[in-house]
């Protein structure tokens, strides 16, 4: 995972998730939210604007294009690498989301929660789709605009803890008690003990006795 702002004061935030069927997902995942990263912090180096589609597109190309790499070196498949990419970018009151595969953002207008980008499952049950896929990728990408006081971006292993199986919406009490500390902080940036926190919670008994799924959540505030 990847969160970072950058010199432009864009919000920067990537979830990827190895499939656990794959060999070298763990990997893949890495060098997937690293070349995204990278990519990020290069466009905000030269201007403000939001990545236009076909950047996006470029940047997974050359992810794609190092896992193929990768891969002849094992003498295996790319699909040996494969993981999923859920991928914020805020400039202001302008979003721009990333998504292969499932997991899912939501973001905070106000005092509700609603989902801006929704899990997508695959033609079987607990399957997706991942950035590895041939030939192309089901690569999702959605603007949203408005004035946003918060995100959350996460992998499949919170979904069902944390959204309504029918609709896919944000269960809000979850969400308005784990961000609670984050508003609360007096200072910008990422705070070591609120994540150390974050941390012992997804990995406790409360979580994992309802889900044996790798966990990734990211939380943001802006109040």
């Known amino acids: 995972m990847s969160c970072f702002m950058t010199s432009s004061e864009a919000l920067c935030a990537i979830v990827c998730d190895g499939a656990g069927s794959a060999q070298f997902g763990g990997e893949g995942a890495s060098v997937l939210a690293r070349t995204m990263s990278q990519s990020l912090r290069e466009h905000f180096r030269v201007g403000r604007a939001l990545p236009e589609d076909d950047d996006v597109w470029s940047w997974l190309d050359s992810a ?3 896992l193929a790499v990768a891969a ?4 295996t498949t790319r699909r040996a690498f494969a993981s999923t990419l859920v991928m914020l970018v805020a ?3 302008k979003i721009l989301t990333a998504h292969i595969g499932d997991g899912a953002i939501v973001a905070r207008p106000g005092e509700t929660w609603e989902t ?5 499952n695959g033609e079987f049950a607990s399957t997706t789709y991942f950035a590895t896929d041939d030939p192309m990728p ?3 990408l959605a ?3 408005g004035k946003w006081m918060g995100f959350a971006v996460f992998s499949d292993g919170i979904e069902n803890l944390v959204l309504d199986h029918r609709n896919d919406a944000p269960h809000k009490p979850f969400f308005n008690t784990m ?3 984050i508003d609360a902080l007096n200072e910008p940036g990422k705070d070591a003990r609120l994540s150390s926190a974050l941390a012992a919670f997804l990995r406790g008994p409360k979580v994992c006795d309802k ?3 790798d966990k990734t959540l990211l939380l943001l505030s802006s109040r």
């Open 64 to 66: 794609r294009d190092r």
């Open 72 to 75: 002849e070196r094992r003498e």
């Open 91 to 93: 400039v202001a009151d």
């Open 116 to 120: 801006i980008s929704r899990p997508e």
């Open 138 to 140: 089901r690569l999702r």
């Open 143 to 145: 603007r949203h605009e």
């Open 179 to 181: 961000i609670a500390p």
């Open 211 to 213: 889900t044996d799924d």
